[in-house]
């Protein structure tokens, strides 16, 4: 599998000196196109801190972050804007939805930034909204919708502009069984058609259903397995054995 992500050495260093806060602490890793990847930590681990990393929302003290083969750590601000507006659709917890907005504007409204057109915006938050089986529900607003209804208006507003990486940051951490479910199929769907999802939870269970678990603690990788989602990918068992 072709590589898309690098990290090297990477450290992010809170107050730097006697009282120091090492958030990551020397972390290395890589990650393949189309690969499904759980990073699993509890509260303070530095999972967050490493999800912020993946998604340029913020960059190292030390270390390097090769996207593609291009070094996210040396990229300026508007530099990261671009590269998170291109290549990866946030799943956030919260939702982060517009309250005053209907689920087909909460879509839209990244698009707008991106400079699509108002017709092509509609047509692509449409077909990402029908994706996620809210074909009915384009026009209720966030507080008209259950919590799993939510948060499939958010994955449609990160798949809508089609970026090949995925990054859901507890998704299923405020839903129920059933819409935990739903949510996780829905991920499910998206690896299956090509995109890189990389999933951050403190949940096991939820962990166990990527291709490959990464284990994180005190800011530093503490070891990986197989998924069990890797169980029905021969290809993939086979690739892993020799990384």
Do not use: W
């Not at 089986?133 to 966030?142: A, D, F, N, Y």
């Not at 798949?159 to 739903?182: M, Q, V």
């Not at 990527?210 to 990918?233: C, L, M, P, T, V």
Request: glycine content about 8%.
């Amino acid at each position: 599998m072709k590589s898309l992500i690098q990290i090297q050495e990477m450290y992010k260093i809170y107050n730097p000196g006697e009282d120091e806060v090492r958030a990551l602490d020397g972390v290395s890793l890589e990650i393949s196109q189309g690969e499904f990847v759980a990073i699993i930590g509890h509260s303070g681990s530095g999972k967050s801190t490493l999800m912020n990393m993946l998604g340029c929302l913020d960059t190292p003290t030390t270390g390097r972050y090769y996207l593609n083969g291009k070094d996210i750590s040396q990229m300026t601000d508007n530099e990261l804007s671009d590269i998170r507006n291109r290549e990866i659709g946030f799943i956030f917890q919260g939702f982060n939805l517009i309250a005053n907005l209907d689920a087909l504007g909460n879509v839209e409204l990244p698009l707008i930034y991106r400079g699509i057109s108002k017709r092509e915006r509609r047509q692509v938050s449409r077909e990402a909204l029908e994706m996620v089986g809210l074909k009915k529900r384009m026009k209720h607003k966030p507080a008209e919708m259950s919590g799993g209804q939510q948060q499939r208006v958010a994955v449609a507003r990160a798949i809508a502009a089609k970026p090949p990486i995925i990054l859901a940051d507890e998704p299923t951490g405020n839903l129920d069984s059933h819409s935990t479910a739903e949510i996780l199929n829905i991920l499910k769907k998206l690896h299956e058609a090509g995109k890189t999802v990389i999933m951050i939870t403190h949940d096991s269970d939820i962990a166990e259903q990527a291709e490959r678990i990464i284990r994180i603690k005190d800011g530093r990788i503490e070891g990986e397995h197989i998924g069990r989602r890797a169980d029905s990918n021969e290809e993939y068992r086979e690739d892993m054995q020799h990384v």
